[in-house]
């Protein structure tokens, strides 16, 4: 299981000052801002990389963004996420935001590295006025719209507590329609994921992106006598998932700074998806999770390249006594020379 945190890529404008109005936690935490934070001195700064770090001694560390001070323009930040690879989630991806969660926000994803976006989820305190939506929840779903995009408000309203932090995308529970609530039932799912158009890619992406629209208002209306205290602060970001190789690989490793399948089943490429040079390429097939629990590998098969094997017959008759024959082997799509035909299968016979 891979556990992609990095943030590659941030749109959020960092090149200002702005002051935190947290003063009084301090004290336990150097890592908050006494009076103001700074981008441009390493000592106050607040940047990206601090939401994919090591906390030291429990102390919380953030990425910060510019405050409210230009309301009633919108405070927008763009949160992109790349891995130059096919991933699958295996587990519940989790956002941890201090300081409030956003009261809007919308997770997408791209299957193309970042070339087109599709949204994954929208989140926001009133689903119907952000985004003209009914409020659903994944529990509201079923498993013949499981793939369905929804708007929640489960992770936007103000609860007024420290320790309602994150902000998830359920994929557990969505695992759960097929597998049960404690996942017992895998082959199920498996079967499901066969048997359902869409399912597989549903959750597979290269990238996330997450757009913050609103932040958190702390339960009221917008202070305008008070707007250092809007701002998105986030902490950390959990992303649970594996390399996407088509069933085709049991492993995938860092290759020169890019995550590689490591194919089997005569396939190739970054995940898997072709056949090698020499098999039919039309004969390339996902692997299947049936039956269980062993599944079927879909082995590519070997192409019969007519020039190439006419080649092959030339340098074998170029070099044969007339004594000999020829014979071609279906299977390494290679012809030898035999000085008794008896020798040679039939089925190898040219």
């Known amino acids: 299981m891979i556990y992609a945190r990095t943030v590659h890529q941030y749109d959020a404008v960092l090149l200002s000052r702005y002051s935190l109005h947290h003063k009084e936690e301090t004290a336990e935490n150097p890592y908050l801002c006494s009076d103001e934070c700074d981008a441009s001195n390493p000592d106050l700064a607040h940047p990206p990389q601090l939401m994919q770090d090591r906390e030291r001694n429990g102390l919380i560390t953030y990425w910060q963004t510019v405050t409210w001070g230009r309301h009633p323009e919108p405070l927008l930040a763009n949160i992109t996420m790349s891995w130059n690879k096919s991933l699958e989630l295996t587990d519940d991806i989790q956002i941890t935001f201090e300081y409030g969660r956003p009261t809007i926000m919308v997770l997408d994803k791209s299957m193309d590295h970042g070339h087109s976006w599709q949204p994954f989820q929208f989140y926001a305190d009133d689903c119907q006025d952000a985004f003209n939506m009914q409020p659903k ?126 194919c089997e089943h005569n396939t190739t490429g970054q995940d898997c998806q072709k056949c090698k040079k020499g098999f039919k390429a039309k004969s390339w097939k996902a692997g299947s999770y049936l039956p269980a629990p062993t599944g079927t590998p879909n082995t590519c098969t070997y192409l019969l390249h007519a020039l190439f094997l006419k080649q092959q017959i ?32 039939s089925s190898l016979r040219f």
């Open 137 to 262: 929840r994944v529990r509201d779903l079923s498993p013949t719209n499981l793939t369905r995009v929804i708007c929640t408000e489960q992770y936007s309203r103000w609860v007024g507590s420290k320790n309602d932090k994150n902000v998830k995308f359920e994929v557990r529970e969505r695992f759960a329609l097929f597998a049960g609530p404690r996942l017992q039932n895998m082959d199920n799912l498996y079967t499901r994921m066969e048997s359902m158009k869409g399912l597989r890619d549903f959750f597979t992406f290269t990238n996330l992106r997450m757009r913050l629209l609103r932040p958190a208002l702390g339960g009221t209306y917008v202070q305008r006598d008070n707007l250092l205290k809007y701002f998105y602060a986030i902490s950390n970001i959990e992303v649970p998932a594996r390399c996407k190789c088509n069933l085709h690989a049991s492993q995938c490793l860092l290759t020169e700074g890019n995550l590689q399948c490591q």
């Open 314 to 345: 030339y340098l074998c008759m170029k070099v044969t006594p007339t004594e000999a024959k020829c014979f071609c082997d279906f299977a390494t799509i290679k012809c030898l020379r035999l000085f008794f035909s008896s020798f040679a299968p």
